[in-house]
């Protein structure tokens, strides 16, 4: 079964992130994970002037766009975005904007997702940012997927990660890297999705 792992990052932590969830996934035999970007919609000018963002695009020049064969192939979806002002990247959305006809098709109903962020600070919107995303996911007939508190870092992370779904705190320069919890808890997830999906698959 493949686990769909559908991201857009402009500075490279949410990439790092789902980079994670697929190693848990990875530890579900069975179970191969895809890692997938979705098109940018920042003007290359912008980009091309500013070194965080070039860093961060250079970085994932390796990772394939993702395809409409992608979605049908897959049994399991992590969305993964950085929050913009409490909400889903324009990017991800826009990506999510374009599965009407395999929605039509009723292709994802019964399929486990979930959702994964990063914010530049610790109150920035990791919770409605997830929740939000979750609505056009149960929309397009998904089920939904979390973090169960039996992952023992819910309870002490100071970082991002809730029962929703993983997170991390970027800091307000976007350079503070994944730490050890957060990391955890987006293995957990990953690895949590991939077993559903076996499961829903049968
Ligand atoms: C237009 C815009 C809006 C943002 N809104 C929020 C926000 O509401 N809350 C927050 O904590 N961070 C906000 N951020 C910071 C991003 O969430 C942060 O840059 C991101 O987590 C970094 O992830 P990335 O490295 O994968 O791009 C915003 C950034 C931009 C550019």
Same mark, same amino acid.
């Given at each position: 079964?493949?686990?769909?792992?559908?991201?857009?990052?402009?500075?490279?932590?949410?990439?790092?992130?789902?980079?994670?969830?697929?190693?848990?996934?990875?530890?579900?035999?069975? =179970?191969?994970?895809?890692?997938?970007?979705?098109?940018?919609?920042?003007?290359?000018?912008?980009?091309?002037?500013?070194?965080?963002?070039?860093?961060?695009?250079?970085?994932?020049?390796?990772?394939?766009?993702?395809?409409?064969?992608?979605?049908?192939?897959?049994?399991?979806?992590?969305?993964?975005?950085?929050?913009?002002?409490?909400? =889903?990247?324009?990017?991800?959305?826009?990506?999510?904007?374009?599965?009407?006809?395999?929605?039509?098709?009723?292709?994802?109903?019964?399929?486990?997702?979930? =959702?994964?962020?990063?914010?530049?600070?610790?109150?920035?919107?990791?919770?409605?940012?997830?929740?939000?995303?979750?609505?056009?996911?149960?929309?397009?007939?998904?089920?939904? =997927?979390?973090?169960?508190?039996?992952?023992?870092?819910?309870?002490?992370?100071?970082?991002?990660?809730?029962?929703?779904?993983?997170?991390?705190?970027?800091?307000?320069?976007?350079?503070?890297?994944?730490?050890?919890?957060?990391?955890?808890?987006?293995?957990?997830?990953?690895?949590?999705?991939?077993?559903?999906?076996?499961?829903?698959?049968?």
């Amino acid at each position: 079964m493949k686990l769909l792992i559908v991201y857009y990052s402009t500075y490279g932590n949410v990439y790092h992130m789902a980079e994670l969830v697929a190693e848990g996934a990875r530890q579900v035999p069975g =179970v191969e994970p895809v890692i997938r970007k979705v098109p940018e919609l920042i003007p290359d000018s912008v980009i091309e002037s500013r070194d965080d963002m070039r860093a961060g695009r250079d970085a994932q020049k390796d990772v394939p766009l993702v395809t409409k064969q992608d979605f049908e192939e897959a049994g399991a979806f992590a969305f993964g975005t950085p929050t913009r002002f409490g909400n =889903v990247s324009a990017q991800l959305k826009n990506q999510i904007d374009q599965l009407t006809s395999l929605w039509l098709q009723g292709k994802f109903e019964g399929k486990p997702a979930g =959702v994964f962020v990063s914010t530049g600070s610790l109150h920035g919107g990791q919770e409605t940012t997830i929740l939000t995303l979750m609505a056009p996911l149960l929309h397009l007939g998904m089920v939904l =997927v979390g973090v169960p508190y039996s992952v023992q870092e819910l309870f002490t992370t100071t970082g991002g990660g809730s029962p929703y779904g993983p997170g991390h705190i970027a800091g307000g320069d976007n350079q503070r890297a994944v730490d050890e919890k957060e990391a955890t808890i987006c293995r957990a997830f990953g690895k949590r999705l991939a077993e559903i999906g076996l499961k829903l698959a049968k």
